[in-house]
């Protein structure tokens, strides 16, 4: 049950998302949040060089994966990002197929507002029907919201264009790839939001999770494509990464790096359990 407050919330004809798990995925108060993930910040050493269209995140609690997003996140000091297009799973359930929106107003979390860049999310919403403005599907997620600490760190007058794939087939993932590509420009980055296997012996994740950093680094996306659809490995965000990865490549974008992989048991709170363990990746593409 989730309290009768928690509400996207109209203030003066304004649409606000507050935060869903601040608290619980990341820390809950302003000092706290900064504190973590510059930490994180300090520890990354990114290798990367040239241009960055587009990067690939975990969302995990941040004491788990955090370090590992840090290695992305990490890249954009310095660049002139001002808004990012941001696709993670939708992990509740819904009868709704489509690409969730949220179209105007601002996402909140305990390090203040960030608005949501209306211009990119209506020409989306234009590219079909099955694309809606769906703040219902967003209000509980958290794939795009552990996102937004390290993004408000790392860019000023930051706006974001939030999207949930409630289904990640193949075909949805083409889709979004083409709607993606029509509405980017130079000051937008790609993000996507992903895990990587669930709850496999570490020796086993790490067999299915190295084959995805393999198909990463070589940009082979129709071997991750087949690979996901044959369930060889298996990405919660999968789409989302997929279809990221696709947009960027069809704005000129050749490359991709794994910059860091680990999985649960690596962060100092997984206790170094290897019987059950979650794998991350922080992905860069240019």
Not at 1 to 28: C, H, K, Q, S, T
Not at 124 to 131: I, T, Y
């Amino acid at each position: 049950m989730f309290p009768l407050g928690f509400m996207d919330r109209d203030r003066g004809g304004e649409n606000i998302r507050p935060a869903a798990v601040a608290g619980a995925f990341y820390p809950g108060s302003r000092a706290a949040i900064r504190q973590m993930v510059q930490r994180y910040l300090q520890m990354a050493e990114p290798a990367w060089e040239g241009p960055l269209r587009a990067i690939v995140v975990p969302h995990a609690g941040l004491i788990y994966s955090g370090w590992v997003a840090a290695y992305a996140y990490a890249l954009l000091k310095g660049r002139p990002f001002s808004t990012v297009l941001m696709v993670g799973p939708a992990h509740y359930a819904t009868p709704y197929r489509g690409f969730a929106l949220y179209t105007h107003g601002a996402f909140e979390t305990p390090l203040g507002r960030i608005p949501v860049e209306t211009g990119a999310a209506e020409a989306l919403l234009r590219s079909g029907d099955e694309f809606a403005h769906r703040p219902e599907n967003h209000r509980h997620e958290h794939s795009l919201e552990v996102q937004l600490p390290f993004l408000q760190e790392m860019l000023s007058g930051l706006r974001i264009t939030p999207v949930l794939m409630t289904s990640q087939h193949a075909s949805r993932c083409h889709r979004l790839a083409d709607a993606i590509a029509t509405v980017w420009n130079e000051s937008t980055l790609l993000l996507a939001s992903t895990d990587l296997s669930h709850h496999y012996p570490k020796e086993v994740a790490a067999r299915m999770d190295g084959r995805v950093c393999r198909l990463i680094d070589a940009f082979d996306l129709e071997g991750l494509e087949a690979a996901l659809a044959s369930g060889d490995v298996e990405m919660c965000g999968g789409g989302p990464a997929l279809a990221v990865m696709l947009a960027a490549r069809k704005l000129g974008c050749t490359k991709a790096r794994v910059l860091q992989h680990a999985d649960s048991s690596d962060s100092s709170d997984g206790h170094g359990d290897t019987s059950d363990v979650v794998g991350y990746l922080a992905a860069a593409v240019g």
